[in-house]
């Protein structure tokens, strides 16, 4: 059942961990079929090393499980509350990843400091909530909003959601390059954003979508 779907979800998986920004078994991923509204997921607790294409659960948009050999992943009510407020959104990457979680524990926005966050940035901080938590979901549903497309999520990590789950994935990794940025701009001495009015046109001539 959505071999292509859950075969998409491996495949960013295993990006995910080769990129360095998933290990052990943090982070979870996922993929909305369209036309039936059933989500692929990554299953909860099993390592990325010998994560299969079988494993990957298909869940309807309530949550409940309708293939799979494990349970979907813990953080399953986060991605099934993004799907359900955004019509938009077919993919979704939830990361530990190091640079993005060191920002959440600031507990601040991460400003727009590079050319490919002026596309989607700043990224809003969800306040910290138990992980797995419909409390956590409710937050980060909030904070993505009707048309953002990363969150950082305090003192945990991020969630970045695109049209499909490897868009999902490039927002991640360009939420990570710009977390790694600000941090280290910050240590060398000052944190400046790109400009508003430039943001602005920077938005107008890529697209959000495009450019994601
Ligand atoms: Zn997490």
């Not at 799979?68 to 407020?85: C, D, F, K, Q």
């Not at 939830?94 to 991460?110: D, G, I, P, Q, R």
């Amino acid at each position: 059942m959505l071999a292509g779907l859950r075969k998409q979800v491996l495949d960013v998986s295993m990006e995910l961990r080769r990129m360095q920004m998933a290990r052990g078994t943090s982070g979870n991923v996922s993929a909305r079929d369209p036309e039936s509204g059933l989500i692929a997921i990554t299953p909860s607790a099993i390592p990325y090393e010998v994560l299969r294409v079988t494993d990957i659960a298909i869940i309807t948009p309530a949550g409940e499980i309708i293939h799979g050999n494990h349970r979907p992943s813990s953080e399953t009510p986060m991605h099934t509350a993004v799907y359900r407020l955004r019509p938009d959104v077919n993919g979704i990457v939830h990361t530990h990843s190091l640079y993005a979680t060191v920002f959440s524990v600031l507990n601040k926005e991460l400003p727009v400091v590079t050319v490919p966050l002026a596309t989607f940035g700043p990224v809003p901080i969800a306040p910290f909530r138990l992980p797995g938590s419909q409390a956590l979901a409710d937050e980060v549903a909030r904070c993505l909003g009707v048309a953002g497309k990363s969150v950082l999520l305090q003192n945990h990590g991020a969630l970045c959601a695109g049209s499909t789950v490897g868009k999902a994935l490039e927002c991640a990794a360009y939420t990570e390059e710009g977390a790694q940025v600000a941090y280290l701009a910050h240590l060398a001495g000052g944190l400046n954003p790109i400009p508003d009015e430039y943001i602005a046109v920077m938005r107008d001539i890529s697209g959000t979508e495009k450019a994601l």
